[in-house]
């Protein structure tokens, strides 16, 4: 299972998700500058988001409008979200929307040992 994980800053949180154009070579999306594209991903729950992407390849990064997402979760500076690619009964092999898992996590202390704990 391929996968991106981030850890979140505040202009994550506040605006959008930043990503290096480099790491979505895991997932099969081709795009060029000033160009948009779609990732579908699927939450803990099961619930499909789309997420709306730009590609600012001048800064090497990829913005993802996520927002909504974020709606009504407790997610803070700190917090890692992770994308991993996902196969889906009924992939039809379009590339031009990439499917994956999304969670968020964060990192906690207990009796000595780090854990990672779901935030949605």
Do not use: Y
Not at 20 to 31: A, E, G, N
Request: with cysteine; hydrophobic share 40%; charged share 25%.
């Amino acid at each position: 299972m391929s996968m991106i994980s981030k850890q979140l800053t505040k202009n994550d949180i506040e605006k959008s998700l930043l990503i290096p154009t480099d790491s979505f070579s895991i997932f099969p999306v081709q795009f060029d500058e000033g160009c948009f594209f779609n990732v579908t991903a699927v939450d803990g729950a099961g619930k499909a988001w789309d997420f709306q992407c730009f590609v600012q390849q001048s800064k090497g990064i990829v913005s993802v409008g996520w927002l909504q997402f974020l709606s009504g979760i407790d997610v803070r500076v700190g917090d890692t979200v992770f994308l991993h690619r996902k196969s889906m009964d009924g992939d039809d092999g379009d590339d031009s929307t990439a499917k994956v898992k999304i969670e968020v996590k964060r990192k906690i202390r207990l009796m000595g040992e780090d854990m990672w704990a779901a935030v949605l």
